[in-house]
């Protein structure tokens, strides 16, 4: 080959691996903006079911909270609470009545 050939051969090569280079980088820029775009649809399901089930729960902390709080059942536990404490004291002074008698009956 003469020298203009030469150069003119490897003008062509570099000319050559430089397309090829480019459509190399073509092929991966269409594969990450495909990536992207399944990553964004995965994205955007995911954020409607999160969003779903957080709306779901505010309703059923809602209702939680309105149960309660509720003033019949906030009456009956204060009704129950008393019963409870009456009772205990029934218990004990019943208790403190077992022991004196059984003590008297030591005694006799």
Same mark, same amino acid.
């Not at 080959?1 to 073509?26: C, G, I, M």
């Given at each position: ?16 691996? *430089?397309?090829?280079?480019? #459509?190399?980088?073509?092929?991966? $820029?269409? @594969?990450? &903006? ?12 995911? /954020? $409607?079911?999160?969003? /779903?089930?957080?709306? /779901?729960? #505010? ?10 709080? /509720?003033? $019949?059942?906030? $009456? ?12 205990? *004291?029934?218990?004990?002074?019943? @208790?403190? &009545?077992?022991?004196?008698?059984? &003590? ?5």
């Amino acid at each position: 080959l003469t020298p203009t050939e030469k150069r003119l051969k490897d003008a062509q090569n570099h000319y050559n691996e *430089n397309v090829d280079s480019f #459509n190399q980088l073509q092929n991966k $820029s269409r @594969e990450l &903006a495909e990536s992207i775009q399944m990553a964004r649809t995965d994205l955007v399901q995911k /954020d $409607s079911v999160y969003r /779903d089930l957080h709306a /779901d729960l #505010n309703s059923k902390i809602a209702v939680w909270h309105a149960a309660y709080h /509720d003033a $019949s059942r906030l $009456s009956s536990l204060g009704r129950l609470r008393q019963q409870e404490l009456t009772w205990n *004291n029934s218990r004990t002074v019943l @208790e403190e &009545a077992r022991l004196a008698l059984r &003590a008297a009956q030591a005694n006799v």
